[in-house]
């Protein structure tokens, strides 16, 4: 069954791709577009509101948000940053604003389909970092979400790496118009999806491997950085709570292989070709914000660079090898008590 969250998004691709055949889809693209960006919203108003929940206001079976002048000062903060970052992702619908992008990225400012890409791409990466900006902690880290997951209050969906890459990976394909203008071969060389060969193969595993060493380097600098100007940084501690119940062989093989074969697709294999490096990076990042704090996001955005870099230097398939061995040693090392 289709989730929530994947409907209105594989929608917007069917009708998108059918106003090329079909103008008087146009308009219900768009409109659809609209819901898509208003589930955006709604997803991470609640998330944020929740965040703002104390561990004393779990009562029973439904949160109580203890009322407070920074409590509801809050709230309002980040329902008014979801509210502007939602009409800001519109501006695509301004011809001299998706003209200006046309001049430095390979897409068509009179193509409804790169338009509402667009759209889609700037209220998924502004929207959720509105809590993280607000509040200073990502949602998945607050006391309600922590407290609830130690608790049982919240139990992780099982087999959700599962569903999500089964689900991006049809979003990509339909994203890229496969058997709608592109055939099987059409959609794998625009995806980037190549047989990799076995030096390509060592290659990836190696880089991988390489990976791990460069970012915990990369994250102690970060960190000490963060440390010094007295900012918060990332509750590692926290954020392992939240995976326990994934941190079993099978649970980080399926962790591992979600994130780096999904991601990569549809961040190095969808977006990249059209949006360039940064810009994909800086979405790949802004996913990570409920788990992550500024200092984790930093990371996450400059292994998306390295990620980009590969997939232009060799393939998707070799930058999604790399991902899946970066993610799968840095999960093993979870599973085994070591903090990485």
Same mark, same amino acid.
């Given at each position: 069954m289709v989730g929530a969250r994947d409907f209105p998004p594989r929608l917007s691709c069917n009708l998108a791709w059918g106003s090329t055949r079909r103008p008087e889809l146009k308009w219900a693209a768009i409109l659809w577009l609209?819901?898509?960006?208003?589930? %955006?919203?709604?997803?991470t108003l609640v998330f944020g509101i929740l965040s703002l929940v104390p561990p =004393?206001?779990?009562t029973g079976d439904h949160p109580v948000l203890l009322l407070n002048e920074e409590t509801t000062r809050n709230a309002w903060l980040i329902a008014a940053g979801c509210f502007m970052a939602g009409l800001f992702s519109l501006m695509p619908f301004e011809k001299q604003f998706t003209?200006?992008?046309?001049?430095?990225? *390979?897409?068509? *400012?009179?193509?409804?389909?790169?338009?509402?890409?667009?759209?889609?791409?700037?209220?998924?990466?502004?929207? *959720?970092?509105?809590?993280?900006?607000?509040?200073?902690?990502?949602p998945y880290l607050s006391p309600f979400f922590q407290t609830g997951v130690e608790t049982g209050a919240i139990a992780p969906a099982a087999g959700v790496g599962l569903y999500s890459l089964f689900w991006m990976v049809v979003l990509s394909l339909v994203a890229v118009g496969f058997w709608i203008t592109r055939d099987r071969t059409g959609v794998l060389g625009r995806l980037g999806l190549t047989r990799p060969s076995l030096n =390509?193969?060592?290659?990836?595993?190696?880089?991988?491997l390489a990976l791990v060493v460069l970012f915990?380097?990369? =994250?102690?600098?970060?960190?000490?950085? !963060?440390?010094?100007?007295? !900012?918060?940084?990332?509750?590692?501690?926290?954020?392992?709570?939240l995976i326990a119940h994934a941190l079993t062989p099978a649970g980080i093989l399926l962790l591992a292989v979600s994130a780096g074969v999904g991601e990569e697709i549809a961040f190095r294999g969808v977006l990249q070709p059209r949006f360039g490096i940064i810009i994909p990076s800086l979405l790949f990042a802004s996913l990570h914000s409920f788990q992550y704090g500024w200092d984790g996001l930093?990371?996450?955005?400059?292994?998306? %660079?390295?990620?980009?870099?590969?997939?232009?230097?060799?393939?998707?398939?070799?930058?999604?090898?790399?991902h899946t061995v970066y993610d799968l040693v840095l999960l093993a090392a979870l599973m085994v008590g070591i903090a990485l």
């Open positions: 609209f819901f898509t960006v208003v589930i %955006i919203y709604g997803v =004393e206001g779990m003209t200006r992008l046309a001049r430095h990225f *390979p897409i068509d *400012p009179d193509s409804t389909i790169h338009m509402l890409a667009m759209c889609v791409v700037l209220a998924a990466t502004l929207i *959720p970092l509105v809590p993280l900006i607000v509040t200073g902690i990502p =390509e193969c060592g290659i990836a595993i190696g880089t991988g915990i380097l990369v =994250e102690m600098g970060i960190s000490s950085l !963060w440390t010094m100007l007295g !900012w918060p940084v990332t509750d590692t501690a926290g954020f392992t709570v930093i990371s996450v955005f400059l292994l998306g %660079i390295v990620f980009a870099l590969i997939r232009r230097r060799y393939s998707t398939t070799v930058s999604a090898i790399t």
